[in-house]
C-alpha cells in the first residue's frame, strides 16, 4: 500500500498525494520543483506516512522497498511552462516516462500516465473519444508538450505489451481549483487574478473557441477510479459541459462583481478551436460523472485565490 507519485508537487500530483494517504496508502512525492511548488504539499510534512523527495524523473528512479503504484504526473503541462523550458517538457515526457515505467516494472507495480487532452491537438472532431487519433502539429510551439504525451502514451502500451507491466492512461482535459499557480498562464487563475487587479481579461481570438472545465475534486475521484481499475485503454477524465472562452470570461467578470473590461489578443498558434471530451468510457467502466458544477467549482476557486491575494475570502 505504497505509491510513488512523479511530480507530486504539483497542482494535480499534490491532490493526488492527498487523496492516497486519505485511503491509507504511504506516499512518497517525487518532483524536481521547476513547475511544482512546497507550499503545495509543506501541510502534509507531518504525516509519518508521506516523504517528498526532490528529484529529477529523467534520472534512474529508486526507492528501496515494495511499491504498488506509480503515478506520472510529473510534467511542464501549461503553455507558460512548456514554452520557458521545452527541452525538459520533452525529457520528461520521454525519458521520464521510460524511467518511472521500468521502476514500475521492476517493482511490479500498477503504471498510471497522466496524459492529456492535447494528445488530439485542435481536434477535428467534437466531443473527442478515445478512438480518436488527434490533429497535432509536431513542431508547432505547442508540439513539445503534445509529442511529449503521445509518445509517452506509446511507450506506456510498449511496456504493457511487451513486459506485462499493468498500466493506466488517463487522458485529462482541464481542470481548476484550488493550488493553481496563479502565473501558469491557464484561463481559469489568468481570469480570476485580472479581475482582481482590475486589468481587462484576456481572450485570444474572437472567444468563440470552447473549453470543459472539471473541477479538481472530480478530477482526483476519477484518476483514483481509473488507478483502481484494472482498465489499461486511455480513458478521458473531463467535464463534458463545454463552454464558449468569451461566455467563461463574462461569467467570471459577473460572479466576482468585477468592473474589468475584455482584452481581445491574436490567437496563438495551434491553439485548439474546441475541447469537450466524450466520457462515455469514464461513465461505463469507472462508474465515473463530473459532480460539482462550473459555478459551485469557480465559487472555491475565488475563494482560495482570494486568500492568495491577500483578500479575505469571506468579505468579498
Not at 47 to 56: A, H, M, S, V
Not at 66 to 73: E, I, K, Q, R
Not at 238 to 257: Q, R, S, W
Request: with cysteine; net charge positive; proline share 5%.
Amino acid at each position: 500500500m505504497r505509491v510513488v507519485i512523479t511530480g507530486g508537487a504539483g497542482f494535480i500530483g499534490s491532490h493526488l498525494c492527498e487523496r492516497f494517504l486519505k485511503e491509507g496508502y504511504e506516499v512518497t512525492c517525487m518532483d524536481n520543483l521547476i513547475t511544482g511548488n512546497l507550499n503545495n504539499i509543506s501541510h502534509l510534512f507531518g504525516n509519518e506516512k508521506f516523504r517528498f523527495l526532490k528529484y529529477d524523473v529523467t534520472n534512474y528512479i529508486y526507492v528501496d522497498g515494495a511499491v504498488s503504484g506509480v503515478l506520472h504526473l510529473a510534467s511542464c503541462a501549461s503553455p507558460v511552462d512548456y514554452l520557458k523550458f521545452p527541452i525538459q517538457t520533452l525529457k520528461v515526457g520521454s525519458i521520464g516516462t521510460h524511467k518511472a515505467l521500468g521502476f514500475a516494472k521492476q517493482k511490479k507495480a500498477v503504471f498510471l500516465l497522466a496524459s492529456t487532452s492535447e494528445i488530439y491537438g485542435d481536434p477535428l472532431e467534437k466531443p473527442q473519444k478515445e478512438g480518436y487519433w488527434g490533429n497535432v502539429n509536431c513542431i508547432g510551439p505547442r508540439g513539445v508538450y503534445d509529442e511529449s504525451k503521445r509518445f509517452a502514451e506509446a511507450l506506456t502500451m510498449a511496456y504493457h505489451y511487451a513486459h506485462g507491466v499493468d498500466v493506466r492512461i488517463a487522458r485529462i482535459f482541464n481542470t481548476y481549483g484550488p493550488g493553481m499557480r496563479p502565473d501558469d498562464g491557464r484561463v481559469v487563475p489568468a481570469f480570476i487574478n485580472q479581475a482582481f487587479r482590475g486589468m481587462p481579461l484576456t481572450v485570444f481570438g474572437d472567444g468563440s473557441q470552447t473549453r470543459s472545465f472539471c473541477y479538481i475534486d472530480d478530477m482526483i475521484e476519477g484518476i483514483f477510479r481509473l488507478f483502481k481499475s484494472g482498465e489499461s485503454e486511455p480513458v478521458n477524465i473531463g467535464n463534458p459541459d463545454e463552454k464558449k472562452i468569451l461566455d467563461f470570461a463574462e461569467m467570471i467578470l459577473e460572479m466576482m462583481k468585477s468592473k474589468s473590461k475584455i482584452s481581445f489578443q491574436k490567437l496563438p498558434v495551434d491553439d485548439p478551436k474546441v475541447r469537450c471530451p466524450d466520457i462515455s468510457r469514464a461513465k461505463k467502466i469507472l462508474k465515473w460523472y463530473p459532480q460539482v458544477p462550473l459555478e459551485e467549482g469557480l465559487k472555491k476557486t475565488i475563494k482560495y485565490f482570494r486568500s492568495k491575494n491577500g483578500r479575505h475570502p469571506d468579505k468579498e
